[in-house]
């Protein structure tokens, strides 16, 4: 089969395609036939030896698909072969087949596609978690969303709108705030001028926001701690901006709030039961169409370098897709 291969720590320019022999499953797993593979912001950090867990070399990219079961090993129960399914390997999803285990593939409602599938699962299943377990967002609360045009922010928009809060979703440009305005925010804010603090304060009565979601970090987070409500939630998802901020104990003291992590892959690993309801539940709010999934770009398999480059050059908006087998 083809796979995109990580041989060496770099830009996305320094990745290879290259036959390598199929996988072959294992007692619990199953190997999917790739249709798409979703890119997602930590990808980008993998291939240039900046993630926190780093495979060793060499390696695929690529935490997240959508496809069809090819084969399966023994003890793998549950699906098929030929069933569609939607699946989190956590790496090697940038190619032709990929190897998986049993509780990270699920399958896909009827009404949704492979590109729309492959990007479903981390994103909705990493705002969910921050919004109803870390922060439990109350109805009519305030959320504000950084980043908000981005792959995460975007679901946490969604999501806060169904929650039933008052989102105040954030972008660094117009072009992305228009994207975003399609999701039916209760306010929005342009944060390009470095003003992030004056305009929560000033929606939200100077009393700041009840509950912040932050996939960006930096000169921001600073900010988010000075515009956040009396028993306000600050909920780390990232750090796109590339700095890791430091959290202000006086802050926290004046002001009675929370710097709250947010870690999908221990969540899965430590409450899994949990983490299966949560996905369920995104699955019904999906079939009641009460969310939108979005694929806003779709790369075939030959193009990788270029899917990769939208989040090196920030222009990610919704969700980008690499397509291995047109549908």
Known sequence: MKAVLCKAYGPPESLVMEEVPDPQPGKGEAVIEVHAASLNFPDGLQIQGKYQFQPPMPFSPGSEVGGTIKAKGSGFSGFEVGDRVMAIPGIGGLAEQVLVKADSVHAIPDSMDFKTAAGFAMVYTTSYHALKQRAQLQPDETLLVLGASGGVGITAVELG???????????????????????????????????????????????????????????????????????????????????????????????????????????????????????????????????????????????????????????????????????
């Open 161 to 327: 709108k169904v929650m039933g809060a008052k989102v105040i979703a954030a972008a660094s440009s117009e072009e992305k705030l228009d994207f975003v305005r399609k999701f039916n925010p209760d306010a929005t804010i342009n944060y390009s001028d470095g003003e992030l603090k004056e305009k929560v304060k000033a929606l939200t009565d100077d009393r700041g926001a009840d509950v912040i979601y932050d996939p960006v970090g930096g000169d921001l987070f600073d900010q988010c701690c000075r515009c956040i409500n009396w028993k306000g939630r600050l909920l780390v998802i990232g750090f796109t901006s590339g700095r890791i901020p430091e959290y202000k104990a006086n802050l926290a003291l004046l002001k009675g709030s929370s710097m709250v992590g947010v870690f999908l892959g221990r969540f899965r690993r430590e409450e899994p039961t949990e983490y299966a309801r949560n996905f369920e539940e995104l699955l019904s709010l999906y079939q009641q169409s009460k969310l939108n999934p979005v694929v806003t770009q779709v790369f075939p398999s030959h193009q990788f370098v270029d899917a990769f480059n939208v989040f090196t050059r920030r222009k990610a908006m919704g969700k980008v897709t690499v397509e291995f087998r047109a549908e």
